[in-house]
């Protein structure tokens, strides 16, 4: 069965420090997707990133990065230098590429990020 | 582009009452997925519908919901008899085609909230 585990419930930090958001998951599947959602107090769903089981490429977007590491079936997510409108619930997603269970997300518990100003 | 519009963005029900929540997917978008958000929690996985079809509903409740995406209209959510353990946000999100490579589309949920 899969499985995603966010082990950080929650995480403080002041504004300009870097924070890593930890995810660890499971899975029996060789063919598998990996995604990053933010859902800001407002509530909304927001996409941030979507990496494949064969891209191991680590990924930067502006202050965001991503570091995929197959072997610890890790995908960890990094924010430098905070900000006051990075605080949101961050939740991790895993799915199996198979077509015929579209595309059923299993979700972490999330981790809350409080930037502090 | 629209995105993934749902409506009602709140609905409030008394205990015994109907829910309807209503998904209208991106324009060209024929797969439909439904997560539910209870509180304190993670995103779950209700069902999956292509238009006319249920293809997946392993995270349904067995009795008093239901969801439908037809030929015509928006996906509908039921939940009928409403308790208070029903209270949860509601989310929606559609994709081009299925498969685990497809982007899921998510819209802005439905809060419910069962008094």
């Known amino acids: 069965a899969q499985k995603v585990t966010q082990a950080q419930t929650e995480i403080s930090v002041v504004e300009k420090e870097d924070v890593t958001l930890d995810c660890v998951y499971e899975?029996?599947?060789?063919?598998?997707?990996l995604f990053w959602y933010k859902q800001p107090p407002s509530g909304e769903l927001v996409f941030l990133i979507r990496?494949?089981?064969?891209?191991?490429q680590n990924e930067i977007s502006g202050r965001y990065s991503w570091n995929f590491q197959k072997s610890t079936s890790s995908f960890n997510f990094t924010i430098t230098a905070s900000q006051v409108v990075d605080s949101a619930v961050y939740f991790c997603?895993?799915?199996?590429?198979?077509?015929?269970?579209?595309?059923?997300?299993?979700f972490g518990a999330g981790t809350i990020l409080r930037v502090k100003s | 582009n629209a995105g993934v519009m749902q409506n009602p963005r709140h609905l409030v029900r008394r205990r015994g009452q109907e829910a309807r929540l209503r998904c209208s997917p991106v324009k060209g978008h024929s797969h439909v997925y439904w997560y539910r958000q209870l509180p304190e929690e993670g995103l779950k996985f209700m069902v999956y519908l292509q238009k006319e079809n249920i293809i997946d509903e392993s995270g349904m409740p067995k009795e008093r919901f239901s969801a439908e995406f037809p030929k015509e209209g928006p996906s509908i959510l039921r939940i009928q008899q409403v308790v208070r353990g029903d209270s949860a946000a509601y989310f929606c999100?559609?994709?081009?085609?299925?498969?685990?490579?497809?982007?899921?589309?998510f819209g802005n949920g439905t809060r419910l909230t069962v008094t």
């Open positions: 997603a895993l799915s199996e590429a198979g077509g015929e269970y579209g595309n059923k997300l299993v």
């Open positions: 899975t029996r599947d060789t063919t598998y997707y």
């Open positions: 999100a559609s994709s081009p085609k299925g498969g685990g490579n497809s982007p899921l589309h």
């Open positions: 990496r494949n089981s064969f891209d191991e």
